[in-house]
């Protein structure tokens, strides 16, 4: 990998807001949600919410600008609702939020899925971008997909020793005008 940690820089832990988009899952079924709450505590990240919003678009969209309006919530993980069925609702929910979209991370995502799931990758509509100085991170629901997200993308950019360079320490620079 041509990124490294260096152990110079002190970690700064964040503050991550998790939604799992989903009519059919709850707290005791949420595996997805459940795993990116773990895997960010685990690295040393604060759980600031977390929350189960049904596959409405007005619903996302709410609970997504409440949280992106909360000075106590610097980063926003969604599990859910980006796929192709009638259902899916969640890119169109968070994009018109985004100040910014960093197309690099779905063009990431899915490249790393590819090579788990092959063509099916394509059906994928994972998404990242920043809105008022937060960023958001829209992953699919699959547990795999939330691990492959957090594991192989979104930890080591949030993670402020990650070298060259990082999401982290642009933070204080992403609400400049």
């Not at 041509?2 to 820089?9: G, K, L, S, Y």
């Not at 895997?39 to 997504?64: C, N, Q, S, W, Y």
């Not at 779905?106 to 394509?122: H, K, P």
């Not at 993308?153 to 933070?171: F, G, H, S, V």
């Amino acid at each position: 990998m041509a990124h490294d940690n260096n152990t110079n820089r002190e970690f700064i832990p964040l503050k991550i807001a998790v939604l799992t988009v989903s009519d059919s899952r709850n707290e005791e079924t949420d595996k997805s949600g459940a795993l990116l709450t773990e895997r960010l505590e685990t690295a040393g990240h604060h759980k600031a919410d977390k929350r189960i919003e049904p596959d409405d678009m007005f619903r996302i969209r709410a609970t997504v600008s409440n949280w992106i309006a909360d000075p106590d919530v610097e980063v926003i993980i969604t599990t859910g609702g980006t796929g192709v069925t009638g259902r899916d609702g969640t890119p169109e929910a968070i994009e018109p939020l985004l100040e910014k979209i960093i197309d690099g991370f779905g063009e990431m995502f899915r490249a790393l899925s590819y090579e788990g799931i092959g063509t099916s990758t394509m059906q994928s509509r994972a998404l990242c971008g920043v809105a008022n100085g937060t960023y958001v991170f829209c992953l699919p629901g699959s547990t795999g997909a939330c691990r492959d997200g957090w594991d192989k993308l979104i930890k080591t950019q949030l993670d402020y020793r990650t070298r060259p360079c990082n999401l982290a320490e642009m933070m204080p620079r992403l609400t400049e005008k």
